[in-house]
DNA sequence: CAAATTAAGTCAACATTGCTGACCTATTTC
DNA sequence: GAAATAGGTCAGCAATGTTGACTTAATTTG
């Protein structure tokens, strides 16, 4: 890429040396940062699920229902096994939170085309619109902390979060769709 | 606090208007990119959890276990009632909790000074090991996700973490110690 | 084609962690 | 001395997770 050929060393003047932006600055991982970081995540998470769980009180229904209904709003046609994957929960303690929005009318099922043992898990009208009433309800207050942010903090939330995820996870949002392995 | 006085308009030469750097550009706000936020903060907070989890599974201990050792230890002294508003739980959940951390000796509650009905609570040098040793499993999860990510985005994660959460959790992190009003 | 595998569902029992209501005990404050 | 405050405790219930064992239907394989 370069011609500069290594210069021998010659004494004479000083000369400051070039004023680079420091190339990949030291990054705290100073134990009080960690914590911060510990501080924050808990926090975040907690006032983040609070203002869906708020909405969810009053239909009775819980954060694993919206879980459910937001993976499958988010991945139409997601098996049962995708689901099991991605929530990382027991086969038994999905097929609870299922039955009662298949019960409720909240969730469609449909054999598969080419193998017909797959349900093939969809929102119906109601379930999309309760998925978008608890939507717009985090939406708000993200929206608010990315307006109030900027682009650049963003990026750099997104970087950290991705970092702190497992591989299939980074997978599955790298190709939202094909809800496996995450 | 400026003398400047309204001027009227001058008609004149054209100046072109200075090139400022966008002054607020612009953040993504669509449905699309809050909708992988929940996914960045449900995956992200679920894997930062599990590794602590993984340990816990072996001593027969519990998250809630976990969140109590943690903000002990970061407010050493801090009172019941502070952890209460602190965690968000009933008094009662938190008791269950306490008690059994205080029987295995990895909690130590003192009478304070000045009002004899407070328990100030404090991690035991046992309780403290343990703390210490959990915190270690996810100090290594952040610390990879900050070293890889670099500064800036670490201060773009804190920024945006940050406008996630109350008022409450702010004042708290701001000050911390003061674990009140959380 | 019969056998094995796979996807999904179900029943039962149990653990953790949250909740409310009711009530008790010290201690401090008015 | 009465009222308020900090904390503890008992009892019962709900949501959500677990394991183990078993069934059914459909697909794949030898």
Same mark, same amino acid.
């Given at each position: 890429m370069s011609d500069a050929k290594p210069r021998a060393w010659k004494a004479g003047r000083f000369v400051a040396p070039p004023k680079l932006p420091p190339p990949t600055p030291i990054v705290d991982l100073s134990d009080a940062e960690m914590r911060a970081a510990q501080d924050l995540l808990f926090f975040g998470y907690r006032d983040f699920t609070d203002v869906a769980d708020k909405v969810l009180e009053e239909l009775g229904l819980g954060r694993a229902h919206h879980r459910a209904l937001h993976f499958i709003g988010r991945n139409p046609g997601i098996k049962v096994s995708g689901l099991l994957k991605t929530l990382r929960i027991s086969k038994q303690a999905l097929a609870r939170v299922l039955n009662a929005l298949v019960d409720q009318g909240l969730v469609g099922q449909a054999a598969g085309? !080419? !193998?017909?043992r797959l349900r093939l898990l969809t929102l119906t009208d109601k379930g999309h619109a309760l998925e978008q009433h608890l939507f717009d309800a985090q939406r708000d207050r993200i929206a608010a902390a990315y307006r109030a942010a900027g682009p650049q903090a963003v990026a750099g939330f997104r970087t950290v979060m991705r970092g702190l995820t497992d591989k299939g996870a980074r997978a599955y949002m790298d190709g939202i769709g094909s809800a496996e392995d995450t």
């Open positions: 085309f !080419d !193998d017909r």
